[in-house]
């Protein structure tokens, strides 16, 4: 059996291996299913249809898997799903996705939430990310891996975050934020590569020159979009080593929409 604390209330329905510790007064509904060596603490509500999997150490005054704040949900049994061996600290918030999303809330590995972030319905966060105090996802944001969110980073509806990309503290993010690049304001505007976080992910120089060499062609060479894709495809022509990285920033470029557009530089509009 879990270790239930005699002040939680943890419907019989619900699937806690035996592992699971759970702290006072802490609400757990009858479709959450939370795997081994997953710890959650005091006050907490975990509710919906909400898996958790392998040690996860979920702490106070959290709530996962409320229903998403969108005035067309109707009720529909949509689910948040979280992978193994996230820390999600006090006061996160996460929501359940809606059917027009695609009905997952989906949070991957080893990821940090500091206190108070909140995912809204629909949003997909990679692995090993880093989401600082404060950082708020409006619905249907994608963030891939190794992503930093400064402390109070606020990211717009539909918006998605390359990986490997950085955002400094009170960033406000209104378009795509491409990968590897570092952007500060509000709005948002680049600034450079995120190159000792790469270092520190075992990028070799010849890989952090390739990442240089593309957010040059992006914000610094005065190109047009498309002769920026073009230049950066040009990129890994000698040098096998930098081609997925290259073939990554590429595949996320062909996915911005027109009307959303990367985030720019406050040197110049990209056209």
């Known amino acids: 059996m879990a270790t239930i604390h005699s002040t939680a209330l943890v419907d019989p329905a619900a699937q806690l291996d035996a592992s699971v510790t759970v702290g006072p007064y802490t609400i757990i509904g009858p479709n959450v299913v939370i795997g081994a060596g997953s710890t959650v603490g005091s006050h907490c509500t975990i509710e919906g249809y909400t898996t958790i999997g392998l040690n996860n150490h979920v702490h106070s005054y959290t709530s996962l898997g409320a229903v998403p704040q969108d005035k067309k949900y ?37 990821n940090l939430f500091m206190a108070y972030v909140h995912l809204a319905h629909d949003c997909h966060i990679g692995s090993h990310t880093i989401f600082a105090n404060n950082s708020q996802l409006a619905g249907h944001v994608v963030v ?96 096998p080593e930098v081609q997925a990285d290259v073939d990554m920033m590429l595949d996320f470029l062909a996915d911005v929409s027109p009307k959303v557009g990367i985030v720019r530089s406050r040197r110049r509009s990209l056209d």
């Not at 490997?164 to 795509?176: I, K």
């Open 74 to 110: 109707a009720g529909e049994p949509t689910r948040l799903v979280i992978g193994n061996g996230n820390t999600i600290r006090e006061f996160c918030t996460f929501n359940a996705g809606t059917v027009n999303g695609g009905g997952v809330t989906q949070v991957g590995d080893d």
């Open 144 to 239: 891939g891996d190794w992503v930093i969110l400064g402390g109070f980073t606020v990211v717009r509806q539909f918006l998605r975050l390359g990986a490997h990309s950085f955002t400094a503290m009170c960033t406000l993010l209104f378009a795509d934020l491409p990968p590897y690049v570092t952007c500060q304001g509000q709005p948002a505007a680049a600034r450079t590569v995120n190159a000792e976080g790469l270092r520190r992910r075992g990028y070799s120089p010849t890989r952090i020159a390739a990442v240089r060499a593309m957010h040059k062609a992006l914000y610094r060479e005065n190109l047009t979009f498309d002769a920026a894709k073009d230049r950066i495809l040009q990129i890994a022509k000698d040098k």
